[in-house]
């Protein structure tokens, strides 16, 4: 089984939602609170995301950090030159492809040079199902697909596949993009992420997400505890999840996540689906 922290910083907001200094600053609090898997994305910002990363991990150095990075469709030729450049890297810790595609079928060649040859160390699929997961054969050791209480794209058969196969299993979104936190319930707050990406809406903005959302403001209100700490204990004590990626704009939305991982009522955590 590959290892990796059970909490990991998403970088998806770099260059796209915070600047350069704010992205700087949450990734040196993330290296204060032990967190050491970074993840970001070609697609994210269109390259500013790996390029502000790799301009900290170069002014950084931090012994032990794993990078991880994802590439776009089509996969008939595979071409990881620009990402190397902008992280600043030789090797790519974990290279994912970023969502499927049909060529994914015929990728196996490409990739296994790429590991071969030490530019990359391992594999992953990103927002996979299971069965293309299977379909691709067993050269993935990780996959990353969007998990909260209000949507969830881990299903129990793909977590029996992968704790048999020996796949780690790594989620991103715990708050639902910001969903989860109901900020949203009167209309998309300016500057947020649905707003920058109107495309996420339709993930969330539909009744079943909004009935989990309606449980989650009942148990809050009721227990006291806040919305975004009930969502992110919630996602962080999911059976067979391997690592959590946690996102944010400031180093205490982080700090959120740290908080919700000592959260130890059970009970009402399996309320919030109940």
């Not at 697909?145 to 715990?174: F, K």
């Amino acid at each position: 089984m590959n290892v990796l922290p059970q909490i990991g910083l998403g970088c998806v907001t770099f260059g796209r939602e915070i600047d350069e200094a704010a992205s700087f600053a949450l990734l040196d609090h993330a290296l204060e609170k032990g967190v050491r898997h970074l993840d970001t994305a070609s697609a994210y910002g269109g390259g500013a995301s790996e390029s502000i990363l790799g301009k900290w991990f170069g002014s950084r150095r931090p012994d032990g950090i794993t990078i991880a990075t994802k590439i776009l469709p089509p996969y008939d030729r595979i071409d990881i030159t620009a990402s190397l450049r902008r992280l600043g890297v030789d090797q790519i810790d974990l290279l994912y492809l970023h969502q499927w595609h049909e060529t994914a079928l015929r990728a196996g060649p490409a990739l296994d040079q790429l590991v071969g040859s030490g530019l990359v160390k391992t594999l992953g699929a990103s927002n996979f199902t299971l069965e293309q997961l299977r379909a691709v054969g067993p050269r993935f050791g990780f996959v990353q697909n969007n998990h909260n209480l209000a949507v969830s794209d881990v299903t129990e058969e793909l977590r029996r596949y992968c704790g048999d196969e020996g796949v780690a299993i790594v989620t991103y979104s715990p708050l639902g993009a910001g969903f989860l936190t109901g900020k949203h319930q009167h209309g998309v707050q300016a500057g947020s992420r649905f707003d920058i990406i109107p495309g996420h809406q339709q993930v969330y903005f539909h009744d079943a997400a909004y009935r989990r959302l309606e449980q989650l403001e009942a148990v809050a209100r009721r227990t006291g505890h806040s919305q975004p700490h009930l969502a992110l204990a919630w996602a962080l004590h999911q059976p067979g999840i391997d690592t959590v990626l946690v996102g944010g704009r400031t180093p205490e939305h982080l700090d959120q996540a740290f908080a919700a991982r000592e959260f130890a009522d059970m009970h009402m955590l399996s309320e919030l689906t109940s």
